[in-house]
């Protein structure tokens, strides 16, 4: 082989290994799963969870939504069992995701913090906390994003919009869940919860990201 067609050869090999393969499912249906297919290149992360909250994030967390006492105990007694038949991960690398519904009794408001949390006690109520609410005004966390099913890291062309959606999804909490309401007078208040959180194993506190709260009159 001649020079020339050795440099091209070893120039044309790295060109390949630096490529970015996305799978691209031609054979889903229209309006299933993800509204953008599988092979999303550079978008707008905004927009993008803006489109998908009513059609995905919010049907996501229904149809996989659980009595949050009951998952509880079984995660207590059974994590590994439980975390396999309630939960979702992006890979064996990822912490199982979960969603969860209850009615609730806000025991304690922190707002010492852009990280807002409230103290819920679940039904039966029993006076002790049970987990954290948060209520921002800063969000964070990656379980709104991660415990989607139709979309993945391999799913985006630029892992920078990845990122970028956890923080979108938190944004629409806040605009769609939370900005309405006042929490500073709010303890003792009782209120149905749907919601998701990341189990981070026996000893930690839960905390959980609000998609609904519906509060007693």
């Known amino acids: 082989m001649k020079i020339k067609e050795i440099i091209f050869c070893g120039v044309f090999g790295i060109a390949l290994l630096s490529c970015t393969i996305v799978k691209n499912d031609a054979a889903k249906k229209e309006g299933e799963g993800n509204p953008y297919g599988f092979s999303i290149g550079t978008i707008d992360p905004k927009q993008y969870a803006n ?8 049907p996501r967390v229904e149809s ?4 949050f006492t009951g998952l509880a ?6 994590e590994a069992k439980t975390s396999r038949e309630y939960g979702y991960r992006l890979s064996e690398r990822n912490s199982y995701n979960f969603a969860v519904k209850g009615r609730a009794k806000l025991l ?4 010492g913090s852009a990280s807002g949390s409230a103290s819920l006690d679940i039904y039966p109520f029993d006076g002790k906390e049970d987990c954290r609410l948060l209520i921002g005004p800063v969000l964070q966390g990656y379980t709104l994003r991660d415990i989607q099913n139709d979309i993945s890291p391999t799913s985006f062309v630029n892992q920078v919009d ?13 605009e769609t869940v939370l900005a309405n309401i006042d929490f500073s007078g709010m303890a003792g208040k009782e ?3 749907l919601g998701v959180f990341t189990w981070e194993g026996k000893g930690n506190v839960i905390t959980v990201t609000p998609v609904r709260l519906v509060f007693e009159d």
């Open 162 to 174: 990845w990122a970028r959606l956890a923080t979108e999804l938190n944004n629409k909490v806040k």
């Open 191 to 193: 209120v149905e919860l």
């Open 64 to 67: 996989m939504a659980v009595n």
């Open 73 to 78: 105990v079984e995660l207590e007694s059974d």
């Open 108 to 111: 304690s408001i922190d707002t």
């Open 51 to 58: 489109d998908i909250w009513d059609s995905m994030v919010i």
